[in-house]
């Protein structure tokens, strides 16, 4: 059965702009302590104490501030190639430490790590941007051309992840959809929100559909599509609402929806008007090093995996 989503892990952005301040208070790095603080003990969870369900509850926090961080960067960075840059040369660097915590190292080269994922969307921000500039010059052809694009940007790790399984892009299209809503959005309150339980539900489901239909053979006695099991909406909803009591409890399937919570973080902090900054090659420093402590630790503890 395809893994539950919402198991892996998170990154650092860059700049973190609270897009209802002043100019002058240029980022919110409590924020990015806050992110780092939870991925830290998701991580944790993940190698040291996989059975305390808490430690991976608490790490659900932390993708949505980054996705957060990672729109807001991209909104206002003076320089979008060197923040890309950044984020490809430290997830480069984050990406052997990261293969070994989330799949005990069996050099399966076609997992990525969230600062990979990062640096790849902005290829759809870079196609959002240029959606709405062809639309204000009315160059219509163009605004479908850059549409086109963006969707296939979006689409395409769920279509390689679903046709390949040891393909892994961390949360794919949900995380992609999750950063463009806090792009577009921005800083109306009710539209992220509004756009974060949707982007839940239609995700949830969407992965309700996908192991249905992976594992139609066994359990319909037939092989099915995964277009046709999205049509099988009594089956798919009953399976993801109770398996592990999933919509009472956030569990199973819904366990990715926990991550409401980094979005009323997102929403708190972003109100303070003082400035708490870092060296902005703190954070990209602290992901692979974490990553790293985490595993000599297990490694000192217990020995190699």
């Known amino acids: 059965m395809s893994t539950i989503m919402g198991t892996k892990e998170t990154v650092i952005s860059t700049s973190d702009y609270p897009v209802n301040l002043p100019q002058k208070a240029t980022r919110n790095d409590l924020l990015k ?9 998701d991580h944790t969870g993940v190698l040291l104490f996989p059975d305390v369900d808490i430690l991976r ?37 984050a990406e052997l430490p990261y293969m070994y915590l989330n799949y005990d190292f069996t050099m399966e080269m076609y997992h990525y790590n969230v600062m990979l994922f990062f640096a790849y969307s902005f290829l759809m921000l ?10 204000k010059q009315k160059a219509y052809h163009l605004t479908m051309l850059w549409t086109i694009l963006m969707i296939a940007v979006i689409v395409i790790p769920e279509i390689i992840a679903y046709n390949f399984e040891n393909f892994a892009f961390s949360y794919n299209g949900y ?24 982007l839940t539900f239609v995700s949830t489901y969407q992965l309700g559909a996908t192991v249905l239909a992976q594992n139609s053979l066994e359990w319909l006695g037939e092989k099915i599509s995964f277009f046709e099991s999205l049509t099988r909406f009594d089956m798919v909803w009953q399976n993801i609402t109770t ?63």
């Open 126 to 135: 870079f196609a959002y941007d240029c959606i709405v500039k062809t639309y």
């Open 243 to 305: 398996y592990n009591n999933g919509l009472m409890t956030l569990g199973g399937y819904f366990y990715q929806a926990r991550s409401i919570m980094g979005l009323g973080v997102i929403l708190l902090f972003r109100q303070f008007e003082y400035k708490l900054p870092l060296n902005r090659y703190v954070g990209y420093i602290f992901y692979p090093a974490h990553i790293v402590l985490i595993i000599l630790i297990r490694i000192l503890f217990e020995g190699p995996f």
């Open 33 to 41: 302590i806050i992110a780092m603080i939870t991925m830290f003990i």
């Open 175 to 198: 995380g992609l959809v999750m950063i463009l809503i806090f792009y577009i959005a921005h800083n109306r309150t009710f539209t992220i929100i509004v756009g974060y339980v949707i």
């Open 57 to 93: 509850t608490i790490g659900r926090i932390a993708f949505p501030i980054f996705a957060y961080g990672i729109a807001v960067g991209y909104r206002h960075t003076s320089n979008k190639l060197k923040y890309l840059l950044r984020l490809l040369v430290f997830g480069l660097i």
